[in-house]
């Protein structure tokens, strides 16, 4: 499979190579040259400020290979190791990933995390806090499932369902290391059925549901057996709401598979071609 690398990370790194070109025709051109070189900056910026949606901005990208619950989970579990437990420090970490959990849930969770937490009972706090992430590896696999043609949305959704299912592997492992084994590959399995856009068709592979859909139903009849969860039912939420800041958060800038995301190469290739017109005119007339 061919993979391409995108061009730029981010707007930064744009702006920084269209910079780099303006100082080094600076220092090696005339006023005028510097004049038009500006002018061609200044243009190619105000064309790809009004080109690129503001709400492309409104998030940070974030690390899709984590995932805030299950890391508050790890937290407050190893808080609540310590002798004697530390729930104070347990709560004021829930209370970090409390509304999230409520958004997309409803409120009963984190009433019964209190609740436990309250109640100074280490065992439950960490039971409501694995169910909690059996839940919510359920919900992005289903919302996976229900846009299924979304590549990009649906790897993330994959790599934060992966991530928490990593807060969750050592118990598991702890009881079936070879569970724990299956379990990872099924993952596996699921990310190969997203299959690959790729470039304008080139690298592209095929995608499956069924495929998707076999590794789903092992991977969560699995964590609902030993976790001993009644139902996977996540909240009151819509399919549509639960992921919408995930889905603002895509890479829109580097994902060339769109041809919008190509008109920041257009814009430097005509400033470099500009710049080049100048300094070939200026040496003939040298």
């Not at 061009?7 to 051109?29: C, P």
């Not at 790729?198 to 964590?223: A, P, Q, R, W, Y």
């Not at 030993?226 to 895509?250: I, M, T, W």
Request: aromatic share 8%.
């Amino acid at each position: 499979m061919i993979v391409f690398s995108p061009a730029f990370s981010t707007m930064d790194d744009f702006l920084l190579t269209i910079s780099m070109i303006m100082i080094i025709i600076d220092l090696d051109g005339g006023r005028r040259e510097r004049e038009i070189v500006s002018f061609l900056f200044y243009i190619a910026v105000i064309i790809i400020l009004n080109l690129i949606p503001l709400k492309a901005f409104a998030y940070s990208y974030g690390d899709p290979n984590k995932e805030a619950v299950a890391e508050a989970y790890k937290e407050m579990k190893e808080k609540l190791n310590e002798q004697p437990p530390n729930f104070a420090a347990a709560k004021e970490i829930f209370e970090t990933v409390k509304e999230e959990i409520d958004m997309h849930m409803g409120p009963e969770p984190s009433k019964a995390v209190l609740a436990a937490i309250e109640a100074k009972d280490r065992q439950t706090v960490i039971k409501d806090m694995e169910n909690i992430l059996v839940l919510n590896i359920a919900r992005r696999l289903d919302n996976i499932e229900a846009n299924f043609d979304q590549y990009d949305t649906s790897k993330r959704l994959l790599a934060k369902a992966f991530a928490t299912y990593e807060a969750l592997s050592p118990v598991i492992q702890g009881k079936d290391p070879a569970l724990d084994k299956q379990l990872r590959t099924e993952f596996d399995k699921a990310l190969q059925s997203l299959g690959n856009p790729g470039l304008f068709g080139v690298g592209e592979k095929k995608s499956d549901i069924n495929v998707f859909k076999k590794s789903k139903e092992t991977i969560l009849t699995t964590l609902q057996k030993q976790f001993g969860l009644k139902s996977l039912k996540v909240g009151h939420f819509s399919e549509n709401a639960a992921e919408k800041p995930d889905a603002v958060q895509k890479k829109e800038w580097t994902d060339l598979s769109k041809v919008k995301n190509w008109i920041p190469l257009v814009v430097i290739v005509i400033v470099v071609l500009g710049a080049a017109l100048i300094y070939v005119r200026r040496r003939k007339r040298a």
